[in-house]
């Protein structure tokens, strides 16, 4: 019910991308994105739909055919299966919640 950003723990997904891993409900999960500056995440897409929040920095982001610049305090919505990519600016924190939960992370074990 509860966590902890100070007891997370970190997971280096290089190329200047660290993740920590909330957890997740029966529906939902979540993470936080620690990104340095021009840090990217290629070009993907999966089932989920996804909600991000931008805690600090910002993302030059692509989702579909649309293009945008985000900065602190901006949110993003990515329907499921629609290809998406995110370029840091900036040294960039931000939350991501993906539903249904989205269970193919590196670091989760179920």
Same mark, same amino acid.
């Given at each position: %019910? =509860?966590?902890?950003?100070? /007891?997370? $723990? +970190?997971?280096? %997904?290089?190329?200047?991308?660290?993740?920590?891993?909330?957890? $997740?409900?029966? /529906? %939902?999960? !979540?993470?936080? @994105?620690?990104?340095?500056?021009?840090?990217?995440? +290629?070009?993907?897409?999966?089932?989920?739909?996804?909600?991000?929040?931008?805690?600090?920095?910002?993302?030059? %982001?692509?989702?579909?055919?649309?293009? !945008?610049?985000?900065?602190?305090?901006? #949110? =993003? *919505?990515?329907? #499921?299966?629609?290809?998406?990519? *995110?370029? #840091?600016?900036?040294?960039? $924190? #931000?939350?991501?919640?993906?539903?249904?939960?989205?269970?193919?992370?590196? @670091?989760?074990? +179920?």
């Amino acid at each position: %019910m =509860y966590c902890f950003f100070k /007891k997370l $723990e +970190k997971m280096d %997904m290089g190329g200047g991308v660290i993740r920590k891993y909330f957890g $997740e409900g029966q /529906k %939902m999960n !979540a993470q936080h @994105w620690d990104m340095a500056d021009k840090s990217v995440v +290629k070009m993907h897409k999966h089932s989920q739909e996804q909600f991000g929040y931008i805690i600090k920095g910002g993302f030059h %982001m692509i989702i579909g055919d649309e293009t !945008a610049e985000l900065r602190t305090g901006d #949110a =993003y *919505f990515i329907p #499921a299966d629609v290809l998406h990519e *995110f370029v #840091a600016v900036g040294q960039t $924190e #931000a939350i991501d919640v993906f539903s249904p939960v989205k269970m193919d992370f590196p @670091w989760m074990d +179920k």
